[in-house]
């Protein structure tokens, strides 16, 4: 077992926590677990640091920001995955997309591997869906609330760029650029597993993403964006 630290780390901003649970809001930029670059911060080991015995329940990609959650007890961890299967656990995304999305839509399309670290749409692969639904949407980008139906790599980027909407500043799927894919995990839902109550946990927007969205003339300056989507 890792000895627990005595305080919170910089990195690890938490929503939620409790002798189960411990919901973080992960930045854009950092990785989620070890990979090939040795020297880089990952929250997995930091969240670890802090809480000791730690149990990875999600993933978020490097550039995505926003809720994910920890398991502490590894006697839950079968709950948490029959409420993943079971498609009890729901997630929120908050997404911008270049072009004026006008209307609602599920996306059903398998995803494909055609590149080391790339997906596609396209026939023979895993089933996805995706429904994205505006915010608000002008020419020069849109506003989307993004519900899972699947959980698969890249889902929601290879969605919207395969229907002509992809995130702003997603380099691989998108137009390259220096930042990075507007996409951040609004609010996570499930049951406890011990308490058998709901539980929802939100993550604030980052400012670069207030920034972008009012740079694009998506939102007004200083608007409220938590509240467009309904979720509050």
Known sequence: MTERMTETPAMLDILYEDDALLFVNKPAGIVVQRGYDADEPVLLEIAAAYAGTIFLMQRLDRGTSGVMFFSKLASINANLTRQFEGKRIRKRYLALCEGELGERQTIDAPLIRIGPISFGAGDGGKRAITIVTPVRSTRSGSLVAVDLLTGRTHQIRVHLAAIGHPLIGDWLYG??????????????????????????????????????????????????????????
């Open 175 to 232: 137009q390259r650029n220096d930042g990075r894919p507007m996409l951040h995990a609004r609010e996570l839902s499930m049951t406890h597993p011990l308490t058998n109550e709901p539980l929802r946990v939100e993550a604030p927007l980052p400012d670069d993403f207030r920034d972008t969205a009012s740079e694009r003339g998506i939102v007004s300056r200083g608007e409220d964006m938590m509240t467009l989507d309904g979720c509050s």
